[in-house]
């Protein structure tokens, strides 16, 4: 009888390692496919970086532009006060 209950068993056991190497092989795939996407998340994220970087120093420069606009008004201002006297 107990030799029996393990024959039963030993039937049993193989079809379900075939079925845990299957997940393990999909699983693998998984993985392998979210790897590649945080790779490209990665290299996304970094072409942002760089896209920031030329951004802010594109908005100094403005910034640096309006400020002589406004030293030129103010002399244009004084200028034309001096006119008027």
Request: glycine letters at 8%; aromatic letters at 2%; hydrophobic letters at 45%.
């Amino acid at each position: 009888m107990g030799v029996s209950k393990y024959r039963n068993t030993s039937v049993a056991t193989p079809p379900s390692l075939f079925i845990a190497g299957a997940s393990s092989r999909e699983g693998i795939t998984v993985i392998g496919s979210v790897a590649g996407e945080i790779a490209s998340i990665s290299e996304a994220v970094e072409q942002a970086g760089t896209s920031m970087d030329r951004l802010v120093s594109a908005a100094r420069d403005i910034d640096r532009i309006v400020v002589v606009i406004g030293e030129v008004a103010d002399q244009t201002n004084l200028l034309a006060l001096n006119a008027a006297i």
